[in-house]
């Protein structure tokens, strides 16, 4: 089992940033890929960005891509989400997603969730 605890989240005017992370415990963290994602009111749970168990190969959702960076410090156990000019649209809740390791990072098949940070941007 992995467990995860989302913080970071808030509230932020439009153009604004926000960091969030996700610490990781009871297995070995360096052994898992980790994603980030997202569920807006109404919508269904979507991709943010993933990063593999190395830290060297990231993935990111198109809306985010030059806006968003994730992050992974292996000796802390924890991930990360750097959140640049935030948008309205990115009103969400935020989750952390934990997978077992694999050179490629993928958008699904994740197998561990955190209970998710709240991020809401004011326009």
């Known amino acids: 089992q992995v467990q995860l605890v989302e913080s970071g989240g808030g509230l932020v005017q439009a153009g604004g940033s926000l960091r969030l992370s996700c610490a990781a415990s009871?297995?070995?963290?360096?052994?898992?890929?980790m994603g980030w994602f997202r569920q807006a009111p109404g919508k269904e749970r979507e991709f943010v960005a993933g990063?593999?168990?190395?830290?060297?190969?990231?993935l990111y959702e198109d809306s985010v891509k030059g806006r968003f960076t994730i992050s992974r410090d292996n000796a802390r156990n924890t991930v990360y989400l750097q959140m640049n000019s935030l948008k309205p649209e990115d009103t969400a809740v935020y989750f952390c997603a934990a997978r077992y390791r694999t050179a490629v990072v993928a958008k699904g098949e994740y197998d561990y969730w955190g209970q998710g940070t709240q991020v809401t941007v004011s326009s």
């Open positions: 990063i593999n168990w190395t830290g060297f190969s990231a």
């Open positions: 009871g297995r070995t963290f360096s052994s898992y890929n």
